[in-house]
């Protein structure tokens, strides 16, 4: 048996912690099976290796950047492979290129691209537990790049698929998923088995306890995941290939996102071309658009909203003053004070009125809605930032998600 095991942040925030963790890990070894840790930086060190940056340079380089952000990662991947070998253990730590993680190159947000096990394969045959850097791989051109954040669980994921783990446990500060964001809504409930595709959408949506990317791995490959807590021994979520939820819940899940922008451009020409212009320039620009709304026509203006990450709305912006004139816009506008809140489950596809459920309960909580969106599995509405905790636990209570557990 082969168990990949990963620590974030506040599970190696200090050196106790990293002792305790260290404690974990050598009894599953010691339990006869094989076991790859991956690692998070400690607590807020890639947050503040990010501030200290900007002390430096209000544009710093993306290369540099990763070059700096990726120490975090090695600085906790060595602490812990010295605090397993303080337990007798025999522990090796490991970078990402060390560890054999090639990715397509694209600083501070790379994709991995191929794992070569065969350095952890020899570590592991002969008795070490390779303690492995998440976060991080190595690019075409030899550069260290960075996963973008929360990207250790992606890291994880793509070692156990490389190596054909039977398992791949993330540890972190919650024993499991929830029916919402414990720290928003105390009341929400832990799910105990959840598909990969609700996963997916819920970690998408903003539900940052897996990072997308990781659950699209795990899909991909077929990789059992259990998210747990790494401060006590309560069973986690498993995610895997049929959730036990589906079809049984309408809603399994409430996720909320912050991280999000809204660009307005009005008075465009309503003419075949309009939306291509608009979007191939802001896709030149390597900008990720999430949501877009057309409105109706009125004397052949339309009016064009679209949403996008914070980071990249100085992007946006730009291409908006770019493509102004030839799209006949009569001018633009942004909004960076709004959040998004979606709900999500496999099973509201077969349910009319989830939507209608949804609405009355954002107008009951008195929260406007500026913009909707839907797929089969999910509804997300942007409102304004402030509103969006009481959205979330308005939701909550709506779908009756706090009795989740207990039905
Ligand atoms: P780590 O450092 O271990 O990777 P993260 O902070 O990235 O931890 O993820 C864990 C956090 O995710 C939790 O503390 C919780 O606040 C947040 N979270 C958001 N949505 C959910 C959810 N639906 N279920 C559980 N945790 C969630
Ligand atoms: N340390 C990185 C971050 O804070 C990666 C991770 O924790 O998964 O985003
Ligand atoms: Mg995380």
Redesign the pocket.
């Known amino acids: 048996m082969l168990f990949v095991q990963k620590f974030?942040?506040s599970s190696v925030g200090d050196p106790e912690r990293i002792k305790r963790v260290a404690e974990r890990v050598w009894r599953t070894r010691q339990t006869g099976k094989e076991v790859v840790v991956v690692v998070?930086a400690m607590g807020d060190t890639t947050d503040d290796l990010i501030a200290l940056a900007g002390e430096i340079s209000g544009e710093p380089a993306a290369r540099e950047m990763d070059q700096l952000l990726s120490t975090g990662e090695q600085v906790s991947s060595a602490l812990l492979a010295l605090a397993l070998q303080r337990l007798g253990a025999e522990a090796v730590s490991l970078t990402g290129q060390q560890a054999g993680i090639f990715t397509d190159g694209a600083y501070g947000k790379a994709a991995i691209s191929r794992i070569d096990p065969v350095r952890l394969r020899e570590e592991i045959a002969g008795g070490k537990i390779p303690v492995v850097a998440g976060f991080q791989g190595v690019g075409p051109g030899g550069d260290i790049t960075t996963l973008g954040?929360?990207g250790?669980?992606t890291t994880a994921v793509a070692v156990a698929a490389g190596l054909g783990a039977d398992c791949c446990e993330i540890y972190?500060d919650v024993d499991g998923v929830y029916t919402a964001d414990p720290r928003l809504v105390p009341e929400a409930s832990k799910i105990p088995v959840i598909s990969y595709d609700e996963m997916l959408e819920l970690a998408s949506l903003g539900a940052?306890?897996?990072?997308p990317r990781s659950v699209e791995l795990a899909k991909m490959f077929g990789v059992q995941l259990i998210v747990r807590s790494s401060f006590n021994d309560n069973p986690g979520t498993i995610v895997k290939g049929d959730g036990g939820m589906e079809k049984a819940y309408m809603v399994s899940g409430v996720a909320h996102d912050l991280n999000v922008a809204k660009v307005g451009l009005f008075d465009v020409m309503d003419q075949p071309g309009i939306a291509h212009r608009l979007f191939a320039a802001l896709a030149a620009e390597k900008v990720n658009v999430d949501m877009i709304i057309q409105g109706a026509t009125r004397d052949g203006r339309n009016d064009i909203a679209f949403t996008v990450s914070r980071d990249d709305l100085k992007k946006a912006l730009a291409v908006a003053e770019g493509v102004k004139e030839t799209i006949g816009a009569k001018g633009y506008t942004y909004d960076d004070q709004v959040g998004k809140v979606s709900i999500v489950g496999a099973g509201m596809i077969t349910r009319p009125g989830v939507a209608a459920a949804m609405f009355e309960a954002l107008s009951t909580a008195g929260v406007n809605i500026e913009m909707i969106s839907t797929s089969e599995i999910k509804i997300s509405c942007i409102i304004k930032e402030t509103e969006v905790a009481r959205a979330v636990k308005a939701l909550h209570d709506k779908f009756g998600l706090a009795e989740l557990s207990d039905t």
């Not at 940052?208 to 990072?211: D, E, I, Q, S």
């Open positions: 974030g942040g998070s954040r929360g250790s669980d972190t940052v306890v897996l990072h």
